[in-house]
């Protein structure tokens, strides 16, 4: 089983910046579609941003484009998120998923999640 662990989580003032961290760890991964979602209170987890390393391909959520960035150097590191110019709304618990082989996030690899927190 996949395990994934977030980090970098914390609070910072509207107009800062902060990157989060994904490592995984247990048996290989066979999609190469990971991802950031985040659930703010009272409201739906929702995709920020994904990469599929094999294709070089990238998505991100209307609502940080241009502000986020997701990025992994290869398959044996970490998956990142800059997040720069944050705003109060992006207050949230951010989850790392990865999808499973068929490029199913439900039926993938999810961490415990990291707060972030923006005061504005």
């Known amino acids: 089983q996949v395990q994934l662990v977030e980090s970098g989580g914390g609070l910072v003032q509207a107009g800062g910046s902060l990157r989060l961290s994904c490592a995984a760890s247990?048996?290989?991964?066979?999609?190469?579609?990971r991802g950031w979602f985040r659930q703010a209170p009272g409201k739906e987890r929702e995709v920020v941003a994904s990469?599929?390393?094999?294709?070089?391909?990238?998505y991100y959520a209307h609502s940080v484009k241009g502000r986020f960035t997701i990025s992994r150097d290869n398959a044996k590191n970490p998956v990142y998120l800059q997040m720069n110019s944050l705003k109060h709304e992006d207050t949230a618990v951010y989850y790392c998923?990865?999808?499973?082989?068929?490029?199913?996030?439900?039926?993938?690899?999810w961490g415990q999640g990291t707060q972030v927190t923006v005061a504005s």
């Open positions: 998923a990865a999808a499973n082989g068929g490029g199913s996030w439900t039926d993938g690899s």
């Open positions: 247990g048996r290989t991964f066979s999609s190469s579609l």
């Open positions: 990469i599929n390393w094999s294709r070089g391909t990238t």
